[in-house]
Structures are given as C-alpha cells and as structure tokens.
C-alpha cells in the first residue's frame, strides 16, 4: 500500500476532516485503475484532524472541484518521489454538474436533461447558489 | 437578447423609463394603439392564473398585436413531457415574444436560455415574478406621485411572501424610503433580505407585531394574506388572523392619503366594506398592471429588433 509515500501520483492533503469520501466521490476516483489511499482524521497542526486523499497517477483534472469543498486543500504533485509542484484550488465560478440542487421546487427536478450549475454567490462565506432558483448548495 | 427573468434584471433608470412610458400610454393610448401590429406574443402558462394570463394578452391587444398560447400544462405536447426547452424553441417559431408561467423555480431562465425572442417570467413557482413588482411600483407612483420619501407598511406573511420580497428589494433602490414590516413572528423576512438588503444598504426600518398600533405612520400598506398551512398548530392561527386583516376600525387611524395595495387575490385579508375607501387602490393596481406590462412588450421588442 502507498501510505508512506507515492512515486508518481498526487497527494491531496488539508482536507476537512470528514470530507475526503466526499471528495473521492465529487473526483470519481473509484473510475480509477491506479492505487487511492484515503485517510481519515490525521492529525495536523493547522486544521487539529485532517483527512489526505493519495493518488498513484497523475490526473488529467480540473482541481477547482477541491475548492468547492475547501479553498484551503492543498495539491502536491509528486515526480520519482519528489514533491514538484504545490497548489492550492481556486473557488470556481461555476460548479457544472458537479452537485446537484436538492430544493424540490427547482425545475432541475422535473427536467431530467438540464446541467445542475452553480454560481459562486459569495466568496466570503463560500457559498454557492442553483442559477435556476437560487438555493443555497448543500454538501453531498 | 434581452429577457426579464428577474426584477434586479433592470437598472433603476431602466424601471424608471419603464413606469414613463406606462404613465405615458395611461394619458395617450391612442399612440399605441399600432405599436405592435402584426406581432404575437405567446403566454404559456404551464399552471393556471387567469389575472396574470388576461393582463399579459390585454396588454398586447391593446399594442394592435395578437396572442397564442395555453392557459394550462394538460394541453398540448407539454403533457406529453416536452421539455420547456423544446416548447420554447418551437413556439419562437410563431412567437415575437414570450411569457411564460410555470410552477417550478428557475423555469423562466430555462426558457430564456433556449429562446431567440424576448422572454417574460410571468411568475415561476414561489420564486420571481417581476411584472407584479413593476406593477407594484408603477401603483405607487401613479397614487403616490413619487417613489422617494414614502414609509411603506408589510403586512401579513412576510417569510414566503415573494411580493413583499421584490418589493423591498426595488424600492431599496430609492431614498428615503422607510419599512414597516408587520408580521407574526412565525412570519418575519427572510434573514437574506434583513442583512443582505436592508442592514447593507442602511435601509431604516422596524419590525412589529402589531398593524393597529403602526397604520397612522403608513403611507403605503402592502397587505399580503397569512394562510392557515404556514402555522405549526391551529390555535396559533386562529389567534393570530384576525390581528392581520384590514378592517374599516383598524382603517380608521391611517392617513388619509395612505394607499393600500395587494399582489390579489384577496380571501379575507382586506374587509369588502373598505373597497370603496378611496385608499384601496388593489383594483385600480390591476389595471396598472396592464400598463407597465405594455411598456414592457414595447421595450423587450425594440431592443429585440436592433
Ligand atoms: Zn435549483
């Protein structure tokens, strides 16, 4: 198993503790061929309990996903072992498909075909609102 | 091109020009009477309002234009399932411009993102209905003379009262405006719109239980019902109706040049005895409605053609 450490792949760390299954699922890791840790509650200094997602390849990947979960993740990509590059997601403007809108009154209930988007509403309080009726997010 | 989905779709002075242009067509319709000749406007209205749907189809009527359309979703391909998007695409075809009701929110904007004419929202689901607030402000100015300067009363069901939303969200644009806003406390404003509109914009305003004890200060009351499924438990309800419907005694105390508006239809939120009170202006706010909706053909139109 790839705990330690991974060769070639990605290392998604500072994630909200209870947050990284959420993560595997938003990233559709489980369509993954290559080895996935995920850990659970680590511990860190920064956040007190941390969950870490390791990924053995390197992902062709639209990384703002993580900042709609947390603008804090932090994305290490490893090269033969060493950490070359670290980036942090940005806040998308727009979630396309990503979540879906829970409000049953939306008309993304009653036609099936329609993309679920979100629009970043606010930054400051990271929220993101359905551009059809406007309801809040609510995390999967 | 251009679409009213919401009533933040327009600029102030865009309203502005709008309630001119009604007031205009009030004190001369003759000039308007061919305005729109030759084009159609299609209502679809995937659930019944019979008010909504007559004020839509006069307006263009009385532009010189015609109309087609449904007045329920049991006609036609849509009860087959056709998507809005579909339905939209095809009556474009016959269609120079659309309004369209539908029971589910964000409906107008689906239409509007699939449409090569204008789109109206004629009201989807308890979200916007933006020609009610236009009609709500062109009320104000046309009894009121101003929009500037005016303390306006809410009554009634001010949680899921999407009237009274709109309405304070537009006249937030206009100084020295004042709120009251009387309700249950089961029935209080949104938190959105007491942050994100009224403490942010440094709106002065006051919260109360009680219509008795605020209507002298009123010069507008907007009375909305309290319906009875809002309540946790009966006897909530049967204590609190009566506090919220407007009768001749409680009438007694405003101003007499206060005016009394509601989104309509009433129940029993507004004694008949008070109907010919000439500060009732619910009725004469229907005809109203009509105007800034033909204001509004006119314009979507124009800027459809250049
Ligand atoms: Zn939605």
């Known amino acids: 198993m790839i705990i330690g450490s991974i060769v070639n792949g990605i290392v998604i760390d500072h ?10 699922k938003l990233m559709k890791l489980n369509e993954l061929k290559c080895e996935i840790a995920l850990i659970e509650n680590a511990k860190s200094e920064k956040l007190g309990k941390k969950d870490i997602l390791k990924i053995g390849e390197m992902l062709p990947f639209d990384y703002s996903i993580l900042g709609y979960v947390d603008s804090r993740i932090t994305i290490n990509f490893i090269e033969n072992g060493k950490r070359v590059r670290k980036e942090h997601p940005s806040m998308p403007e727009i979630l396309s498909d990503i979540i879906k809108c829970k409000n049953p009154r939306c008309i993304t209930t009653t036609e099936q075909e329609l993309p679920h988007k979100f629009r970043l509403s606010d930054r400051e309080s990271l929220s993101y609102r359905c551009v059809y009726c406007e309801s809040k997010a609510q995390s999967n | 091109m251009r679409h009213l989905i919401d009533i933040s779709d327009l600029t102030r002075d865009e309203t502005n020009e709008l ?8 004190v001369n319709p003759d000039n308007y009477t ?12 995937y659930e019944p309002s019979t008010r909504t749907r007559l004020s839509f189809e006069s307006a263009m009527l009385d532009l010189g234009g015609s109309v087609i359309g449904f007045s329920s979703a049991q006609y036609s391909s849509v009860s087959k399932g056709e998507s809005v998007a579909d339905t939209v695409r095809t009556v474009s075809c016959f269609a120079d411009i659309i309004a369209i009701r539908h029971p589910k929110e964000g409906a107008a904007l ?16 308890g979200h916007n209905h933006p020609t009610q607030t236009l009609t709500d402000l062109l ?69 109360t ?20 499924e809002r309540f946790f438990n009966e006897a909530d ?70």
């Open chain 2, 34 to 45: 061919n305005k729109c000749s030759r084009k159609k406007i299609a209502t679809l209205f």
């Open chain 1, 15 to 24: 994630i909200p503790a209870g947050r990284g299954m959420e993560l595997y």
């Open chain 2, 209 to 228: 239980r009680s219509l008795d004890e605020s209507i002298a200060e009123l010069d507008i009351l907007y009375m909305t019902r309290v319906q009875k």
């Open chain 2, 237 to 306: 309800y049967v204590r609190l109706k009566d506090s919220y419907i407007l009768t001749p005694d409680k009438l007694a105390h405003a101003k007499s040049d206060m005016r009394i508006l509601h989104p309509l239809p009433r129940v029993n939120e507004i004694s008949t005895a008070i109907d010919y009170d000439p500060r009732a202006a619910y009725f004469r706010q229907v005809r109203y409605g009509k105007f800034i909706r033909m204001a509004l053909i006119l314009k979507l139109l124009e800027e459809a053609e250049e």
């Open chain 2, 110 to 125: 689906v239409a509007a993102m699939n449409s090569p004419v204008p789109v109206i929202n004629a009201g989807d689901g």
């Open chain 2, 19 to 26: 309630i001119e242009t009604a007031s205009d067509i009030i």
């Open chain 2, 139 to 207: 009320t104000i100015v046309r009894e009121k003379g101003r929009l500037t300067d005016l303390t306006i009363g809410c009554c009634g069901d001010l949680k899921f009262g999407r009237t009274v939303h709109s309405l304070i969200t537009a006249m937030a644009r206009y100084s020295g405006v004042r709120f009251v806003l009387i309700s249950p406390d089961e029935l209080v404003i949104p938190e959105y719109l007491r942050n994100g509109v009224l403490k942010r914009e440094n709106i002065p305003y006051v919260e």
